[in-house]
């Protein structure tokens, strides 16, 4: 990949600024836009260059990465004088954000219009996978865009998988999304039997991350509860987000999701308690009150 090439990433929020870090130490040229500057910051002084709004950095940038926090914001900065009004023929545009399948079709075929090339991209792997350059990325759109992106995806994670046409690395992300709310409920109703119980919590983590009822949550989130650490890898309101988008096209397909609704009604009541700006292991205080 030519390092001449300029990347704009448009959110430098928690996932935003790693995935930003990642691609300076790798000796690209980032460009930096956020409604809030302050959070741009730490990557400014570092050497990135910052832009007052999309539309110059669209202008400058020859790959655009977006990281937002909600489908209206993609939606924003996208369209009405965003992005795709803005970026040059031949540049790429990649949304991160976890959103809305359709609206990844929609930015795919606006974008075909334009000859820019769109490739909806959602990550897993919270705030230490974009510090670490270990997110797991699955990819939507053409193939061929996929694979020219592919050394900067590498920059970023390690679990990169293209799962086909527009659209469908978000669908894949619902897959993802359905799988941590359910579990994420599984694993605070462990570590709150074994407190119960009377065992030692963190001897009881070492037995059951290491069998079949390991997990990615179990392994890097039960050792955070344990220790009263929310801070956010990933907010509580994000995944209410997430859920329900999974909620909509579940009903669409006409699947059932009692799982997914049980653990919707959860996370809205620790959001109503006003964690919505704690991390997703936040839960294990739901079980506390």
């Known amino acids: 990949m030519n ?26 040229h980032v460009n930096v836009y956020n409604r809030t500057k302050e959070k741009a910051h730490s990557l400014v002084e570092n050497g990135a260059e910052w832009f007052p709004a999309v539309k110059s950095l669209a202008e400058a940038s020859d ?21 795709l009004d803005h970026a040059k023929p031949g540049s790429f545009v990649i949304d991160m954000t976890t959103s809305s399948p359709k609206l990844a079709e929609k930015i795919y075929q606006e974008a075909k219009k334009k000859e820019i ?16 350059g270990t997110l797991s990325i699955m990819a939507g759109g053409d193939e061929a865009d996929f694979n020219e992106m592919l050394p ?35 694993v605070c109703e462990a570590l709150v039997y074994a407190k119960k119980a009377g ?24 050792p955070r509860m344990l220790k009263g650490d929310f801070e956010p890898g990933f907010y509580v309101k994000h995944l209410i987000k997430d859920i329900t988008i999974a909620l909509n096209s579940a009903k669409e ?30 839960l294990y205080k739901l079980y506390q009150s």
Not at 4 to 23: D, S, Y
Not at 63 to 83: A, C, H, L, S
Not at 117 to 132: F, K, R, W
Request: overall charge negative.
């Open 199 to 222: 065992l030692d919590e963190n001897q009881v983590l070492k037995s059951i991350t290491a069998g079949a009822a390991g997990s990615w949550s179990l392994s890097n989130l039960g």
């Open 253 to 282: 397909m006409g699947m059932m999701t009692p799982g997914l609704e049980l653990a919707k009604s959860l996370y809205e009541q620790l959001a109503a308690m006003g964690e919505e700006d704690s991390g997703t292991q936040a």
């Open 3 to 28: 390092h001449r090439l300029k990347i704009g990433l448009i959110g430098t929020g928690v996932m935003g600024k790693g995935m930003a870090g990642q691609l300076m130490s790798a000796g690209y």
């Open 117 to 132: 090339h769109a490739l909806d991209a959602p990550v897993s792997g919270g705030d230490i996978g974009a510090e670490q």
């Open 63 to 83: 790959i655009i990465i977006t990281m937002v926090g909600y489908p209206k914001d993609v939606e924003e900065v996208y369209f009405n004088n965003g992005i």
């Open 152 to 186: 900067i995806f590498r920059i970023i994670g390690e679990n990169i998988v293209y799962q086909g046409r527009a659209g469908a690395g978000q669908h894949t992300k619902m897959c993802n999304q359905i799988t941590i709310a359910s579990n994420m409920i599984g």
